[in-house]
């Protein structure tokens, strides 16, 4: 057994992977520190909420608002008023690090969310499927991806939307260099094969987004960066820690050998 004092990676036998998809959050952590992989691999609940924080909370009501109004029938059907109940319904604003910021972000959801329902009530929409997990199954790896709403858009493609609250959301050049946003496209694919697919940032502060639809090549340069990691985590036996800033807000830095 290993010298735990010295922060040495505890050697284990290679995870039991098969039932478990990866998602890009996985493929990530596990790049950026494999410790971080391990430990979130297995990271309760509870654990999680510590580091959720105002902008995620923000981001996870206003994305659960949403969703909830389209399985209600959608923006034409549901008035502006029931959407901020929505949100209001979802929002945890106890993990603000003020009554401040509280206030703050309640108040900014609550106006992302008349804007956008604003611009969109009156378009009709073809809705496909609401807040869908999808799967592709790549170089003998699972990956999963979650979109928050497909469309049939007027052009006939199928379209999988992401809405985001974030201050910076990101470029379209960021978006065609994401293994998120190419796993994204990838299950989509996969769940509608001959079909024009593509994937959308919408931002909601921004009241605007990027369409994009993957390459063969840049797809396959996205999988296979993905493929790779998962490769690599299939057979190690070794997560070492490799801590950084990103530590800052790190799941599992409750648990983590090198922090305590
Ligand atoms: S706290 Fe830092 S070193 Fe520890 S697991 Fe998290 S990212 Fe890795």
């Not at 990676?9 to 790049?31: Q, S």
């Not at 340069?221 to 990691?229: G, H, N, Q, S």
Request: charged share 30%; proline share 8%; with cysteine.
């Amino acid at each position: 057994m290993p010298d735990r004092s010295d922060a040495a990676p505890e050697i284990v036998e290679p995870i039991d992977l098969p039932d478990r998809p990866f998602t890009a959050r996985n493929l990530a952590d596990y790049h950026q520190c494999p410790q971080r992989f391990l430990l979130s691999w297995f990271v309760p609940r509870e654990e999680l909420r510590k580091f959720v924080g105002g902008p995620l909370a923000l981001q996870g009501a206003v994305r659960q608002a949403l969703v909830d109004c389209y399985r209600l029938g959608g923006p034409s059907e549901v008035p502006p008023e029931r959407l901020v109940a929505l949100f209001g319904e979802t929002w945890d604003g106890s993990v603000c690090s003020d009554s401040l910021e509280e206030e703050r972000l309640y108040s900014l959801g609550a106006k992302l969310l008349r804007e956008y329902h604003a611009t969109i009530a009156a378009q009709p929409q073809e809705v496909l499927e609401v807040d869908p997990r999808l799967e592709v199954e790549c170089g003998g790896h699972r990956f999963v991806a979650a979109a928050d709403l497909i469309l049939r858009e007027p052009d006939g493609g199928v379209n999988a939307l992401r809405w985001l609250s974030t201050r910076t959301p990101p470029s379209a050049a960021e978006i065609f260099d994401s293994t998120g946003w190419g796993l994204l496209f990838a299950c989509l694919r996969e769940r509608y094969p001959n079909e024009d697919v593509s994937v959308t940032m919408v931002s909601l502060r921004r009241g605007g987004g990027h369409r994009v639809r993957f390459s063969d090549d840049e797809l396959e340069a996205l999988l296979r960066r993905a493929r790779r990691v998962a490769d690599r985590i299939r057979v190690a036996t070794q997560f070492p820690a490799r801590p950084d800033s990103h530590c800052r807000l790190c799941v599992a830095r409750g648990r983590c050998p090198a922090l305590v």
